[in-house]
């Protein structure tokens, strides 16, 4: 069988399955791990279920990628955030403003350059627990308000 005749086998398998069938992508690809690199696409997956769990928590898709890169990066200029994220230097610089503002992001000028790190992921668990205690506080208040 040719390599061409693999690329036609798996294109066609890739269309039928995703068209015919509701299941995820993990298990269209589970009986093709003996084609490719299986750490290659688990590693990915892995990356896309962390990114759709920080969509839940109020992330959109391009701010997810861009503090996956702050994690993944530390301490870093602005430039090499967008690459990391794959989104431009000027869309960055747009979304970070949103996620310094809620706190998710810090900068730190040093000389002329500034850099960037995210918060850790055990300040947003910190962060969220603020957050449930602050509605518990105002919990009986705005109840008070609900019409019965």
Known sequence: MTLQMVYFLLGLYFYLALKMSRAGLEDILAPLYFFTDVDIISSDMKEN?????????????????????GLRLGKALMKHLAQEAKVSRSTAYYLMSELERRKFFAHKKIGKRIYYSAVSPQELLNMALRREQLVRTIMSDLESIVKK
């Open 49 to 69: 279920k962390i990114l759709q769990k920080l969509y839940k928590f109020g992330f959109t898709a391009p701010q997810a990628r861009l503090y996956l890169a």
